[in-house]
C-alpha cells in the first residue's frame, strides 16, 4: 500500500526532432498557444494538463513520450517505487525554481516521470 499519493498524470513531455514542426502539429491539436516558447522546450498548458515538448540532444534521454506523475513528496514516492521494483533513471533534480523533476523504470523498462512543486 502507498503512504504518498499522487496527484495523477498531469505532464507528458515528447521528444521531438524539429520543434518548430512538432509545435504547429501540437498548437493545432490543442488549440492555444505555448505557455513556454524556448529553444530547448515549448510546453502547452490545455484542459489543466501541462504537453511539453523536448529537442532531440538538449540532455534529454528520451526516446517515447514521458508521463509525469505529480506527487507531494518525490523523494518519498520514488524511494516507495524503488522499493516495489522500480530502477531510478534519473535522481531527483530541480529544473526551476521551485519544481523538482525525477524518471524511473518500472520492470518492463518503460521510463515514467515524477514532479514535485513546491
Partial sequence: ???????????????????????????????????????????????????????????QDMDSPVAYWHVADIDAKLAEVTAAGAKVKEAPREVSPGRRVATFTDPDGNVLGLIQDS
Avoid: C, N
Fill in 1 to 59: 500500500m502507498s503512504t504518498s499519493s499522487t496527484q495523477g498524470i498531469l505532464t507528458v513531455l515528447h521528444p521531438v526532432s524539429d520543434l518548430a514542426r512538432a509545435k504547429a502539429v501540437y498548437q493545432a491539436l490543442l488549440g492555444v498557444e505555448p505557455q513556454a516558447d524556448s529553444p530547448y522546450y515549448v510546453g502547452f498548458e490545455a484542459a489543466g494538463q501541462q504537453i511539453g515538448l523536448v529537442p532531440s540532444g538538449v540532455g
